[in-house]
């Protein structure tokens, strides 16, 4: 798992400065990605995929805590059903263990796994600003961030969230 800087950057000649630096310090292009207005040239720049683009991450998030939600009341509705039926307390104890499963996850989700979506950036994009996303490792983001701040001021972080590289979004 990796950690997804967003940054965005006002112009063309800033992100080609910038992709260049985070370039030279050792990660690699294919972690890059750039996502601008249409009418944009971005030569030079590594443009984002189509999926990257349309934020799959956002549409897998949204399919996992629904389907971790119906999961939850599905286990509730069973043991609401096994108590009325009075059926045995061993019995009780499996749907009780899904919900607790089923709620840990959900607080885990949501606690300890932020995530920014590029829905949050459509304004800047619309006006011509640039999102650089960063694919890292845990261990170089505060690396990444302080080259950025050190070297290029205009590059305003714009949040932190997770990437999958097996998921390619």
Not at 14 to 30: F, Q, T
Not at 91 to 106: N, Q, S
């Amino acid at each position: 798992m990796k950690r997804r800087l967003y940054l965005l950057l006002p112009d063309v000649t800033h992100s080609r400065a910038v992709v260049d630096a985070i370039a030279a310090s050792g990660i690699r292009r294919s972690a890059l990605h750039v996502v601008a207005r249409p009418d944009l040239d971005l030569t030079g720049l590594p443009a984002a995929t189509s999926g990257q683009r349309r934020d799959a991450g956002r549409l897998l998030e949204t399919v996992l805590w629904d389907g971790n939600l119906a999961v939850f009341f599905v286990g509730l509705l069973v043991l609401i059903g096994l108590v009325l039926l009075q059926v045995e307390g061993t019995w009780l104890l499996l749907p009780a263990a899904v919900m607790l499963i089923t709620f840990a996850g959900g607080l885990v989700f949501a606690s300890h796994l932020p995530n920014v979506h590029l829905s949050e950036f459509t304004d800047a994009i619309h006006h011509g600003e640039l999102l650089l996303m960063v694919d890292v490792p845990v261990l170089q983001v505060s690396y990444v961030e302080s080259l950025l701040h050190r070297h290029h001021p205009e590059a305003v972080a714009g949040g932190v969230g997770w990437h999958f590289d097996f998921l390619h979004v």
